[in-house]
């Protein structure tokens, strides 16, 4: 077969094959050997194994193709496994004198194995810092002056090393996130409920509301106020952006009127003589929502049933349509389900994909579909869950009980499985309460320890990269 077949349809063939089979064809003969190394064969691989992923989040330095896909295969091994020692380096960080209240990566989220990675994130705390960290080598980067306030939130924009953070007086500030420069500021008349990042292609927003229920729209850098809107008078109102953040979903806890979404585009270019484009769910007392992240707008939520008797979560998707009279927002119910009684009132929700949403209630973690179809239900924590992860490689916990667990998506099926892996633990119960936050990127996986005498440090766990 090897004398009859000519290089171009050699190339044809091993097209089909998968990296181990590659492997065994290099080893017939010279011929062979040569058209497996073959740059496009090995870049196709890549493409087709991660393909869900974002294609920008692949950086092959000066690797070739094949040498990525064996150091990336080599990091979810080792993620997937969890050996102490083997697998990764667990780091105690400490510096902040009080709880830390937010933390978010300000590192780009990409898939490198040159030697150039880099896993940064930044945290806030009540004792009136905002804090930068580098996980790889575990140390601090830099640390901000003492602020008029606590610091409550932060929100990050890595594209462009931009940190914004919040204190309870409602004053933001603008930070350079590889140096601490305060670059920018703007008080707000009473103190803030939501910080929301929006990349948007117009360009980088902040979004912002208040305790009175306005909706403020700043531009980046500059903090300049691009629109303010009223979205419920005298009520905290919640920010949640859809992935493309061409929707802002605004609602506010025990209010019997609906949520409201707006279309982004009205709120960063706003019309003197017409009021931003937005519109009004028609469900009850509504107190969770997500985004199914594989759909441009397909919002989850979790409100109260018309007799308030039951929780219910219902899905809906949105666009819009044009006319000569301008845009209307349309909206229409693709499923909903009422939450078993069963469960405790879930604390968390998040979306994976199109049709699955993960709930945490009280030590469970559950899965269901949009439709309400139960698909697995776990219980490896003996202490609350406290936060989820989730993003398309894996879900990590975080909770009371001093421990992270982490979980693997297996995407082979109709509905992904998601499989329980190993728990990552923290410090001595001695000294500390349990965990409050997880956050993780491609090699790192980080968790705030709160101690026992009123503080907080970074637990991080690395994974060993391998370069090619």
Known sequence: MAQHLSVHE???????LEARDLLCAAQVNKVWNEV??????WRQLCLRRWSSRKASQMVLGAQTW????FCRSKLEFRVESGRPGKDFVCRAIGGHSGPIDQLAYVSTSEYRFDGMEKSVVCTVSSDRTVRAWDLLKGIEIWSSSLQPAPLVNLVTYPRLQLVVTLDNQGLIKVWEAETGQELASFSLPTACCTLEACDHPEGSYLLVTCVEGNLYTLKVLQLQVVSKVTVFP??????????????????????VMGPKVFCTQSLLCPSEDKSPVCTTLHVRLSFRVCWAPDE??????MHRSDDHMQLVVTTFEL???KSRDGVDILVQ???SFVVPDTMKPPHVMQGHGSQVILLAS?????????HGLELVAFQDHHRPITSVWVDPNRVITSSLDLSLRVYVWNKENKFPVLKSCYHLLGGSHKWASGFTHVVSDQMNIVGVETRSIGTSILRSYCFQVQHG
Not at 234 to 252: H, K, N
């Open 10 to 16: 050699l190339l044809h063939v091993f097209s089909f």
């Open 36 to 41: 497996s190394q073959t740059k496009e064969l």
């Open 66 to 69: 094949k040498q990525y896909y």
């Open 234 to 255: 005298s009520a905290s109102v919640s920010l949640c952006c859809s992935p493309d953040r061409q929707w802002v979903f605004a609602s506010a806890q025990d209010l």
């Open 296 to 301: 441009a707008a397909r919002v989850i939520v």
């Open 319 to 321: 666009r819009t349509n």
């Open 333 to 335: 119910q693709v499923a």
């Open 362 to 370: 009280g030590l469970k973690l559950v899965l269901f579909t949009i």
